[in-house]
Nanobody, 121 residues
Framework: QLVESGGGLVQAGGSLRLSCAAS????????MAWFRQAPGNEREFVAT????????YYADSVKGRFTISRDNSKNTVYLQMNSLKPEDTANYSC????????????????WGQGTQVTVSS
């Protein structure tokens, strides 16, 4: 089970930190990722952090503004979001995959319900 928290309403230029707590799986064995979906849009990849070496990869739209990290001792993955823009408004979900890594939605095995982020202009 993956449970996100930390969403909310923030002004443009502000920051939020999302958390995703995992249970029922061996967290350290999973590559984790964040995706987002705005109304009327398809779900899109945001960032991923690999299980083995902790390497990260970001969508171009968030590179330099967002940072993904994980704490295996707490079974939690984070998304620090800075310099937020109105176009970042979406429902943010975390996801886990046991094998491989990447940005393809269908390759992820487990999903959380999401947390809403709204950025006002």
């Amino acid at each position: 089970q993956l449970v996100e928290s930390g969403g909310g309403l923030v002004q443009a230029g502000g920051s939020l930190r999302l958390s995703c707590a995992a249970s029922g799986l061996t967290f350290s064995r999973y590559t984790m990722a964040w995706f987002r979906q705005a109304p009327g849009n398809e779900r899109e990849f945001v960032a991923t952090i690999r299980r083995n070496d902790g390497s990260t990869y970001y969508a171009d739209s968030v590179k330099g503004r967002f940072t993904i990290s994980r704490d295996n001792s707490k079974n939690t993955v984070y998304l620090q979001m800075n310099s937020l823009k109105p176009e970042d408004t979406a429902n943010y979900s975390c996801a886990a995959r046991l094998y491989g890594s990447g940005s393809v939605t269908a390759d992820y095995n487990y999903w959380g319900q999401g947390t809403q982020v709204t950025v006002s202009s």
